[in-house]
């Protein structure tokens, strides 16, 4: 069955380091993106990308880097610039341009 | 910037009760999608809404999309406790675009 992927499903990260958070998706989408969502607010967009090589910041980019070097694969590094990373970190992608996205199950990212 | 605001922001309804949630943006949309979060889960795509005054029904839910498409509603007729979940709704930050901007949510309980 097509869908997405996210690991690790719980990650624990210490002050001071960098994690990467892995989203891989086989519905052949072009577009993917990282949404974050703290306990009992909306989602906010991280990055997202809409081809091979190329990305964009969303609203809360700062702390955070992606890379897109191939088109099933949009992992999401969260830096130890990010100063509050503690949160619920959603992947998804689309068709670009139109149609419902499909989200991952999600990594739950906590500082400790 | 763009705002898009939903409410209620909670609701308790008794099984049985009818349940409606608004959704308001600071912009006209090209279209809107609704997506339902489950408690502890992830997002799930229910439906997208495209021309103005535009109305879906998909069982006991019914979605409508405003002449101005600057809102939307969401009905759901007859609760039951498997729509206890947080719904949301959003749309796209540029026309022609799929890059989603989402609402704050409205969450549902249902007492049985």
């Known amino acids: 069955d097509g869908g997405i992927t996210q690991s690790p499903k719980y990650l624990f990260r210490k002050e001071g380091q960098n994690v990467t958070l892995s989203c891989e998706q086989n519905?052949?989408?072009?577009?993917m993106y990282w949404y974050r969502q703290d306990p009992g607010q909306g989602l906010r967009l991280i990055y997202y990308?809409?081809?091979?090589?190329?990305?964009q910041k969303g609203d809360i980019a700062e702390g955070y880097s992606v890379s897109r070097e191939k088109k099933e694969s949009f992992p999401l590094t969260v830096t130890s610039a990010q100063k509050n990373p503690t949160a619920f970190y959603l992947c998804?992608?689309?068709?670009?341009?139109?149609?419902?996205?499909?989200f991952g199950s999600g990594t739950r990212l906590t500082v400790v | 910037g763009q705002q898009v605001m939903q409410i209620p922001q909670y609701q308790h309804v008794q099984e049985g009760e009818d349940f409606t949630t608004y959704c308001n943006s600071s912009?006209?949309?090209?279209?809107i999608q609704w997506y339902k979060q489950r408690p502890g889960g992830h997002p799930v795509f229910l439906i997208q809404?495209?021309?103005?005054?535009e109305v879906k029904k998909q069982k006991r839910l019914t979605f409508q999309f405003g002449e101005a498409k600057k809102n939307s509603s969401l009905h759901i007729t007859a609760t039951q406790t498997t729509d206890v979940g947080t719904y949301f709704c959003?749309?796209?930050?540029?026309?022609?675009?799929?890059?989603?901007?989402f609402g704050t949510g409205t969450r549902l309980t249902v007492i049985p």
């Open positions: 998804a992608s689309s068709r670009v341009g139109r149609g419902g996205y499909t």
């Open positions: 519905l052949n989408h072009d577009a």
């Open positions: 990308s809409q081809i091979v090589n190329d990305f």
């Open positions: 912009t006209t949309l090209s279209n």
């Open positions: 809404l495209v021309k103005s005054g």
């Open positions: 959003a749309g796209p930050r540029q026309t022609g675009a799929n890059n989603l901007f």
